[in-house]
């Protein structure tokens, strides 16, 4: 089997990893540091420079220059760089690419495979960008993990006997994540994710950097383009001052002319107070994703037993403090942040080689964005198109398989064109459409015929959509890869083949009608004060047949059966045949 390389994709700062004689490790580049700069640049000979080379020609030369590229990952957008337009994907693929040959110079042969991190909040164009970047740079990306379940996996990785409930806050350079879990018994369970694509350490900076400007009369966005030198000076001074912070108490801002001159009798002074009172309205965007995860996971933050930050703008005293006032603890940093999700991604990668140190980890994940389809609603006698209906919702375990009942719009109506989405609005205007499945020849009937919908997702990130129609027992089906697009045709039908086994059809199951079917006659049998409680029971046992979820029905299963026990007419299994059920169908 070809070695796994485990690669953390930032947008400010990458680095490689592998896991090696039994743990993992990081891959040092040419200059002999972890950290690659995700810079690309473009001398005037036409030579493309990575990393440090091209973070020292951003201040000089910013015209020759990207960063920060992460951010338009899975959009059309393209960047001009040195007279040349680049796509952001191309761009990462050319990031990857120096960390390829790192990794190759530092293990001595080729690297074709790797796992990449991502932030937990991308959509699915995001990820299917960041796949094809691998590609674009000669590599197989096994797997594509969320940058939290990496850093988690590093601290379960050395601390497998623990059994508690850790919360990951992920602010790296242009994204933010949080990312609630429990480990027990070698196992990691993702309970929930949230966060914001565009929310980093250089949105700090940005906003340092437009408080210096106002100051001198100037706007940060006009000033970017009419003054690339200026801003690409005070960019540096702002991050550098930012970056003392961490360690002095106060720091000071050299405030440069419009040809990016320094005077030095020109300055601004900066302490922890200031900086705090300048980023206030980051640090709100910061609070809501926290709440939601929480909130998601239905866990106070005081049951949380370890806060893990990672990313290097965790680092900022302002951050820190945050973390340290809402949990009533202080943030666990064990490994370095800026690491630490680059260690996770090679134990990833050992997991799927099956290597012996990991034998006994497991780890389970979450969708972190809902999953549904487009639907009708009918307002006043007028019907309305564009709305959203869930089917899978976010931070349900993966794998997972959900269905749910939809139906006709109009009588006779012939065919549907169901239309996939991700995402959490109510319409699907603001939602990122996935694909769809063209649903024909259905019988004629009245408005309302039903018509099953099932969606089985997967942690490839293969989303297989099967819509069937009871009036016929007709099936349509299509499998959406998405980020999944690297899987060869053999690795694809596999993938298929196991999802099969997450389907669950508990309403073609004779045993549970049975047990319907008599919980119905003992609603008659039982008094009034307890008829209501019986047909709840039913209702909420009907409703898991319906939805597929093994979890959901053995509860709502076990609920029915014990409030029958509750009233007296327990119910024997025995007792009943597959023909007395078709006599009562009958």
């Given at each position: 089997m ?15 990893s592998?896991?090696?004689?039994g743990?993992p ?14 810079v690309?640049g ?35 957008r ?7 337009s ?16 790192d ?8 690297v074709k495979?790797v ?5 937990a909040?991308?959509?699915d164009?995001?990820?299917?960008a ?8 000669g590599?197989?990306?096994r ?7 990496a ?9 497998r ?9 992920d ?7 949080v ?51 200026r801003?690409?000076r005070?960019r540096?001074?702002c ?7 961490m360690t002095?108490g106060?720091?000071r801002i050299?405030?440069p002319?419009?040809?990016g ?12 107070d ?7 309205p980051?640090m709100?965007?910061i609070?809501?994703p926290i709440n939601?995860?929480?909130?998601d996971?239905?866990?106070?933050p ?6 893990i930050?990672?990313g ?5 005293p302002?951050m820190q ?12 940093v064990s490994?370095?942040?800026?690491e630490?999700v ?5 134990v990833q990668?050992?997991?799927i ?5 990991v ?7 979450v ?13 006043g ?12 919702h ?11 009942q939809?139906?006709?719009m109009?009588?006779n ?5 169901l239309?996939?989405?991700q ?8 939602n990122?459409c996935?694909?769809e499945l063209?649903?024909v ?5 009245p ?5 099953l ?5 997967d942690?490839n ?9 009871p009036?016929?027992g ?5 499998v ?24 669950f ?6 045993q549970?009608?049975r047990l319907?079917?008599?919980?119905e ?5 039982v008094?009034p ?17 319906s939805?597929?979820?093994r979890?959901?029905f ?14 007296g007419v ?6 009943e045949t ?6 009562d169908?009958r």
């Amino acid at each position: 089997m070809d070695l796994i390389v485990g690669i953390d994709l930032g947008t400010t700062n990458s680095l490689c990893s592998v896991f090696k004689d039994g743990h993992p490790v990081l891959i040092p580049n040419t200059h002999g540091s972890f950290l690659t700069p995700s810079v690309i640049g473009i001398l005037e000979d036409g030579q493309i420079v990575v990393g440090a080379s091209a973070k020292e020609l951003r201040v000089t030369h910013p015209e020759r220059t990207a960063s920060v590229f992460k951010r338009s990952m899975g959009t059309d957008r393209t960047i001009e760089v040195g007279g040349q337009s680049f796509t952001a994907t191309k761009l990462s693929s050319l990031v990857l690419c120096a960390l390829r040959r790192d990794a190759e110079a530092f293990l001595g042969c080729r690297v074709k495979e790797v796992v990449v991190t991502v932030p937990a909040y991308f959509n699915d164009n995001q990820r299917q960008a960041t796949k094809q970047a691998g590609e674009m740079a000669g590599l197989k990306v096994r797997r594509i993990i969320n940058e939290p379940t990496a850093a988690a996996l590093t601290y379960g990785f050395h601390d497998r006997g623990a059994e508690k409930h850790l919360m990951v806050i992920d602010l790296g350079g242009g994204t933010f994540d949080v990312t609630l879990m429990e480990i027990f018994e070698g196992t990691l369970e993702i309970i929930s994710t949230a966060g914001e694509s565009m929310l980093g350490g250089e949105d700090f900076t940005d906003r340092l950097m437009a408080t210096v400007l106002k100051k001198e009369g100037l706007h940060l966005e006009t000033t970017e383009m009419k003054q690339p030198l200026r801003t690409a000076r005070l960019r540096e001074e702002c991050e550098m001052a930012k970056r003392q912070l961490m360690t002095d108490g106060n720091s000071r801002i050299r405030l440069p002319d419009a040809q990016g001159t320094f005077d030095e009798s020109k300055a601004l002074q900066l302490n922890p107070d200031v900086f705090a009172k300048i980023v206030q309205p980051l640090m709100r965007r910061i609070r809501d994703p926290i709440n939601k995860a929480l909130r998601d996971g239905d866990c106070p933050p005081e049951k949380i037993d370890d806060v893990i930050l990672v990313g290097g703008a965790t680092r900022m005293p302002v951050m820190q403090k945050f973390v340290a006032d809402f949990f009533k603890k202080r943030p666990l940093v064990s490994f370095n942040p800026d690491e630490v999700v680059a260690l996770g991604a090679a134990v990833q990668a050992a997991l799927i080689g099956d290597d012996a140190a990991v034998d006994e980890m497991v780890m389970t994940d979450v969708c972190p964005f809902t999953l549904g389809v487009e639907v009708a609603k009918e307002f006043g006698g007028r019907v309305s198109s564009g709305y959203y209906q869930p089917v899978i919702h976010r931070n349900t375990t993966i794998p997972v398989s959900r269905e749910e009942q939809f139906g006709t719009m109009v009588p006779n109506q012939q065919e549907v064109l169901l239309m996939v989405y991700q995402g959490e609005s109510r319409k699907v205007a603001d939602n990122l459409c996935l694909g769809e499945l063209r649903i024909v020849d259905i019988p004629p009937g009245p408005a309302g015929t039903e018509i099953l919908v099932r969606f089985t997702y997967d942690l490839n990130g293969l989303l297989e959509v099967e819509a069937m129609l009871p009036s016929t027992g007709r099936k349509f089906n299509t499998v959406l890869t998405n980020h999944s697009s690297s899987l060869s045709s053999e690795e694809l039908a596999t993938a298929v083949a196991e999802m099969q086994k997450l389907k669950f059809y508990p309403r073609d199951d004779l045993q549970h009608q049975r047990l319907v079917l008599y919980g119905e006659r003992m609603v008659g049998e039982v008094g009034p004060f307890h008829r209501q409680q019986l047909e709840d029971a039913i209702d909420v046992f009907e409703h898991a047949m319906s939805m597929g979820d093994r979890e959901l029905f053995d509860r709502a299963r076990l609920g029915l059966l014990m409030t029958l026990e509750q009233m007296g007419v327990g119910y024997d299994e025995t007792d009943e045949t597959d023909e007395d059920v078709a006599g009562d169908r009958r």
